[in-house]
């Protein structure tokens, strides 16, 4: 079942929610978008379904596999069921847009919304990007044309009115890099400093908490509820769910753990079970990982999406199947300058090379760093006594584990400025 790339949301209204297995779990009622910066519209980050005994609540964007007319299909059958509260810097479509007085540019002609589309983008992500309007005339008996134009070229959608609040902050910090946005909550009290948080999507949020210290992460996480803080556990990637989750008692690990979905906090539960120290204990189980019969050309579009950081996007790592860790038997890797070297149609059974032992889960951390700086190497594979590849040490991970522990706290921004003039012109 496919999904068209533009979606008018009021017509999902009342469409049907199925899970994988086509049994039906509740009704849409609205979208959820979240407010950016000036000149952007807003991202779609989800849907509200209502559910039996009318009780509403989220789904992800990313959790929905597709959507037409007639069904939005589900990609897992484990759904959060806390109740919708909407946050300080999301938007209601339908609840807050249909029926609203607006003003077409250019001129200014007088309008009423009758219904917003969204649009995904090649990444993947949604934004409110049109919007049916109908003219106002003046005259009782005549209906006005209906316009269909970008968000761009309607006046009285949305805005951030509070220029010194959360809201305003939330848009100023919109671009900033997650280590510069970390930085700057840093600067925030304490009270301030959880709303802006609390106010991001699990996305964004998974990346700043990732460079905070982690006096600040245990912090921000206690402030959330359960169940969000299990929703941003579950996007953040497994080795740092696993630092972050080590700073916890073993009562409040378990908690979490088991309010995540299964597929997400078994590699989490297993990074938690190795020495701390070891490559087990650093490495990620997340690496791209695939077989001998695939392609150069698949490989490069895999090191090509975007989600990957540039350590773990210059390797692939060839096992026998399965390709999920702990793999079947490892055979190598090829780096990605060797990738640009061969033919698309190639093979990477052709191209592997497997020149340098892999590491074991118990390989302490300098024996890492000196065999990473021997071989000039940003990754390694990391196997198990049955030449399984169970995650890499990237070298990212080397850093951020053997700096000083407190080396995330409070320090000088790079290019962006300041912090304190970021969060000075915030409050205006």
């Known amino acids: 079942m496919s999904t068209p790339t533009r979606i008018y949301i009021a017509r999902l209204a009342g469409v049907a ?9 509740g009704r849409v009622r609205d979208a959820v978008a979240r407010l950016r910066a000036t000149g ?22 990313n959790r929905i596999t597709s959507i037409d007319a007639d069904a939005v299909v589900l990609g897992s059958g484990t759904l959060n069921l806390r109740r919708f509260e909407k946050r300080l810097n999301e938007l209601l479509v339908l609840q ?7 003003q077409l540019e250019p001129g200014g002609q ?25 003219e106002q005339t003046g005259r009782i008996t005549r209906r006005g044309h209906l316009h269909q134009v ?26 900033m890099r997650p280590a510069d946005l970390a930085n700057a909550l840093q600067d925030l009290p304490d009270t301030r400093r959880n709303e802006v948080a609390a106010a991001l999507n699990d996305e964004r949020l998974a990346d700043v908490l990732s460079e905070l210290p982690e ?40 908690v979490l753990l088991d309010l995540m979905e299964p597929d997400e906090a078994d590699p989490v539960r297993q990074l938690l079970n190795y020495t701390p120290g070891t490559a087990g204990s650093v490495m990620t189980s997340e690496p791209v990982i695939l077989p001998p019969d695939a392609t150069v050309a698949e490989a490069l579009a895999r090191i090509r999406e975007p989600q990957l950081s540039p350590a773990v996007a210059a390797q692939v790592f060839v096992t026998r199947a399965p390709q999920n860790t702990p793999t079947g038997r490892y055979l190598g890797m090829v780096h990605f300058q060797a990738l640009l070297r061969e033919s698309p149609a190639d ?29 000039d190497l940003v990754a390694m594979p990391v196997i198990d006594r049955n030449n399984r590849l169970v995650g890499a040490v990237t070298v990212d991970d080397v850093l951020d ?28």
């Open 40 to 61: 952007r519209p807003p991202e779609v980050v989800g849907l509200v379904a209502e559910m039996p005994m009318r009780r509403r609540i989220f789904l992800s964007i």
């Open 17 to 25: 929610v199925f899970d994988p297995n086509g049994d039906q779990v």
């Open 110 to 134: 007088p309008g009423t919304v009758v219904d917003v589309a969204m649009e995904r983008a090649r990444g993947g992500e949604w934004s409110l990007t049109r919007v049916a309007v109908r």
């Open 215 to 254: 006096h600040d992460q245990v912090e921000i996480l206690a402030a959330l509820d359960r169940e969000r803080a299990a929703d941003v556990l579950e996007e953040m990637d497994p080795d740092d769910a696993a630092d972050l989750l080590n700073e916890l008692p073993p009562p409040e690990q378990d």
């Open 150 to 175: 970008e968000w761009d070229r309607v006046r009285g959608l949305s805005g951030i009115a509070d220029n010194r609040g959360t809201a305003n902050l939330l848009a100023v910090l919109e671009d």
């Open 96 to 102: 807050e847009l249909l029926d609203r007085r607006v």
């Open 401 to 428: 584990h053997s700096l000083p522990r407190d080396w995330r706290d409070r320090g000088v921004l790079g290019a962006a400025g300041t912090t304190d003039a970021v969060l000075d012109g915030a409050d205006g």
């Open 347 to 375: 093979l990477l059974g052709k191209v592997v090379v497997n020149d340098i032992d892999p590491l074991r889960p118990t390989t302490p951390l300098p024996e890492i760093t000196r065999r990473m700086a021997t071989y």
